[in-house]
C-alpha cells in the first residue's frame, strides 16, 4: 500500500472513527475521565436519570477548578450520544433507557489509560505466554503425523521431568517480583476482554441491519436470505460472528473452566506477592469470571432477539411493504433526478402540502395530577367488636330475608277459621310485619301451594316507613293448610 493510499484511508479513518474524534476533542480529558469513571468500572451500564445527577455533580466540581462546561449533564449525554460516544438502550425491565459506552470511547479510553501508565516494553510473561501460544498453534496445525508425535512427545518428557523433580523435592517458585509481574500482565489482557463485548454487540447489531437490508433490497430472482429464514435458519447464530461468540460463550459457561479458574485465582491472591496488588485489581480477578458470564448472558438475549425479530419481520411479510416503500422512494428521487435538469431546488413553486403534525401546546396548560386531592378528610372511626346480641341478629336477618315461617303460621291461623282464604284476607287479619317484602312471600307461598281463580283484588299494608300502600293483584286462595 503506497503512502497516498494510506493517507486518504486514514483520512478517512480520522473522520470517521469515534475513537479518533474522542481524542481530538476540546474537552477529551474531561469526556474521557467523566465516562470511565461512571461507565469504564464495574458498572457498564446506568439509567439514563442516574447518569445524568452523577454527571452533574461531577461538572458542579469541575467548575469550581476552572473549567469552562456550560451545558448540563443532559447535554452533555445527548451531545456525546449523537458523536458515537455513548449508546442508549430501551430498559424493558424499568421501561426507562440506559447508557453504556460505545466502541469508539471504550478504545480511546484505554489507549488514554495506556499512555497515562505505560507497560514495560519487554516483559518474560508476556514472552513466555506468546512462545506457550505458538508453540501449541504449531503443533495444533502441523498435518504431520511425526512430527506433531514428537512435539507431543518432548512435551510429555519436560513434564515428566519436572514431576520427578518435585517428588524429589526441587521446587522451584517465581520471586515475588517475576510473580507481580506476570499478575499484573495477566490483568492487562483480562481487562479488554469485558471492553470486547460492545464491540461484539455492535457487530451482532450491524449484521441484522445488514440482513435486513438484503431482505428488503433482494428481488424474487436472489432469495437466499428469505428462503433460509423461512426454512427455520438462524441466520445470525450461524454467521462467523455468532459461531466465534459461541464457541467463547461455551467455555466461559462451562462449570470445570470456571471452578478451575476460580481455584487458581485463590491460590494467586493468597500468594505474599499479591499484597502489592490494588483492591480493584483483586477484586476484578475475584469477580472476572462472573462478569465473563454476565456479559455473555447480555449478548445471548441480543443475538435471540435478534434472530426472533428477524424471523418475525420475514415472516409477517413486513418486508414487503418496506420493498414497496423502497421502490417508491427510489421512483420519486429518480423523478428528482430527472427535474434538477428544469427546475431548481429552490424555485418556488405554487403546490401546498399540509404535513402532519403533533399540536404544539404549552406545558403550563397540562394539569398535573396531585396525589392530595384523593386524601380523606373525615376523621377515621374505630369500630369496637362486641358481644352478638340474638335479638339484634334476629332483627337483622328480618331486614334482609322474608321470614316464610311467620307467613305460614298466618295463612294457617285464618284457615283454621275458614275453609279457603285470598291474600287481602290474609293481610286483614295479620298486617305485613316487613312491609312489601310480606306481600312478596304470601303471592311466592300463594303460586307454589295455592289456586287462581282469576279476577283481580286490592292488598294494603304499611311498609317499613310506616307509609300506607296497596296494591291490585291477581285473586290467590289458599284451599288447605301449608307445609
Known sequence: MSALTQTHALRQLIETDATWRLLRAANAPVIAALLSEHL??????????????????????????GFDLPQNAQGYCAEWRKSGFLTRRADEETRGETFELAPGALGAIRILEQLAAPRQTVTESRLASIGVQLSQLAI??????????????AQRDRIDAQIERIQQGDID???????????????AQAEEIPSDFARVRAEFENLNRDLRARIVESDDTQRTVLDEVFRGVD???ESDEGRSFAGFSALVLDPAVGSAFDDDVARVLAGDFAADLTTAQRRFLRRFIGTLKDHSGEI???ITAFARGLRRYVQSQDYQRDRVLRSMLRAALASGVEASAHSKPYQPTTLHLELSAVALRSV???????????????????????TADLEALRALARQTEIDFAELIDNVNSVLADLDQCSVREVLERHPASQGVASVVGLLTLAANQ?????????VRWHG?????????IPIYRFTGRLL
Do not use: F, K
Open 40 to 65: 469504564g468500572g464495574e458498572s457498564r451500564r446506568l439509567p439514563t436519570a442516574e447518569l445524568y445527577e452523577r454527571i452533574d455533580h461531577d461538572l458542579d466540581a469541575l467548575r469550581g477548578h
Open 140 to 153: 495444533d496445525t502441523d498435518p504431520d503425523v511425526t512430527r506433531r508425535l514428537e512435539q507431543l512427545h
Open 173 to 187: 517458585t517465581l520471586d515475588p517480583a517475576r510473580a507481580l509481574e506476570r499478575v499484573r500482565d495477566i490483568l
Open 235 to 237: 441466520l445470525i447464530a
Open 300 to 302: 445471548h438475549e441480543v
Open 364 to 386: 403550563g396548560a397540562l394539569r398535573l395530577h396531585d396525589p392530595a386531592e384523593l386524601d380523606a378528610t373525615a376523621p377515621i372511626v374505630e369500630h369496637v367488636a362486641g
Open 450 to 458: 295455592g289456586t287462581i281463580p282469576g279476577g283481580i283484588e286490592t
Open 464 to 472: 317499613t316507613d310506616q307509609a300506607a300502600r296497596a296494591a291490585d
